[in-house]
């Protein structure tokens, strides 16, 4: 059963790009969040999604970043225009529909940006 | 807005003894408690989910605890090992359903 899938590991993009990371839940996972940690920094909430909804986007910057979970595929969360402070590592984790907020979360190994 | 502390932000100490690390909420309404380790240039790997309506969780070497009406949570790690050195994190879960992390604990178990 394999784990939380996310891709690219690391990412370099220069400033003004785009950049878009994927995440693959567990199978039979229907919820996924995302999160950032800056250097030096704990793990801020992003964004929770379920299948084609967005749930709770609170952390989310208010422009250039967007993220969807399609009905089939990963979830993408895709940054515009990025900026050195976008540099970062971007977890996902998910977790099982059923009795979701008892369950615990599985993470992935990440995905780092640089932005240059 | 649920904040969470960790003390101490490091710890060294040497192989073979017990430890406690110590995690503070300031929102008590909480679902449940997830510890994960965080090595290095690597993803979270959790450790244990203690329930709110639950005290203890354990697994192995680890026995992690929960006071939900003080908003205390501890992790004790028992005989440390040098495989044990890894960034500790609690999160608490609350009704907006994610996980709020706080910085963590940075453990160094010396041979």
């Known amino acids: 059963n394999a784990g939380v899938m996310q891709n690219p590991r690391h990412l370099v993009r220069r400033r003004g790009q785009e950049a878009r990371l994927r995440c693959s839940p567990m199978k039979g996972h229907s919820h996924v969040y995302w999160y950032r940690q800056l250097p030096e920094e704990g793990l801020k909430f992003m964004v929770y999604?379920?299948?084609?909804?967005?749930?709770?986007e609170s952390g989310m910057p208010k422009e250039r970043f967007s993220a969807e979970f399609p009905k089939e595929g990963p979830s993408i969360l895709r940054i515009q225009q990025v900026v050195r402070g976008d540099s970062a590592a971007y977890f996902c984790?998910?977790?099982?529909?059923?009795?979701?907020?008892?369950?615990?979360?599985?993470f992935g190994n990440g995905t780092r940006l640089t932005v240059t | 807005k649920q904040e969470v502390t960790q003390i101490p932000a490091a710890l060294s100490v040497p192989e073979g003894e017990n430890l406690v690390l110590n995690c503070s909420f300031t929102?008590?309404?909480?679902?449940?408690l997830q510890w994960f380790r965080q090595d290095p240039g690597k993803g979270l790997t959790s450790l244990l989910l203690i329930q709110s309506s639950q005290r203890e969780q354990t697994s192995g070497r680890l026995n992690a605890s929960l006071d939900k009406s003080s908003g205390r949570s501890t992790l004790y790690i028992a005989a440390s090992q040098p495989g044990d050195s890894a960034t500790y994190l609690c999160a608490p879960r609350g009704g907006s359903e994610k996980l709020v992390f706080g910085k963590g604990t940075k453990l160094t178990v010396n041979p």
């Open positions: 999604l379920q299948k084609e909804n967005i749930i709770d």
């Open positions: 984790a998910s977790s099982p529909p059923a009795r979701a907020r008892n369950s615990p979360l599985h």
């Open positions: 929102d008590s309404a909480i679902y449940n």
